[in-house]
């Protein structure tokens, strides 16, 4: 399974985000939900992973 590793500019908590679109070529950061926050911020885009 790939997921991308996001960490929340607000909170600080890193998470995984399931998608195979590349990130990293379009964004440096992106504004997405954070389950921990409970509402939209901006992310920074962390690596890529493969599993």
């Given at each position: 399974m790939t997921y991308w590793k996001l960490q929340c500019k607000e909170c600080g908590k890193e998470?995984?985000?399931?998608?195979?679109?590349?990130?990293?070529?379009e964004f440096n950061s992106f504004y997405h939900y954070c389950p921990y926050?409970?509402?939209n911020t901006f992310h920074k885009i962390l690596n890529y992973v493969e599993e």
């Amino acid at each position: 399974m790939t997921y991308w590793k996001l960490q929340c500019k607000e909170c600080g908590k890193e998470w995984k985000l399931y998608i195979s679109f590349p990130l990293d070529k379009e964004f440096n950061s992106f504004y997405h939900y954070c389950p921990y926050c409970k509402r939209n911020t901006f992310h920074k885009i962390l690596n890529y992973v493969e599993e």
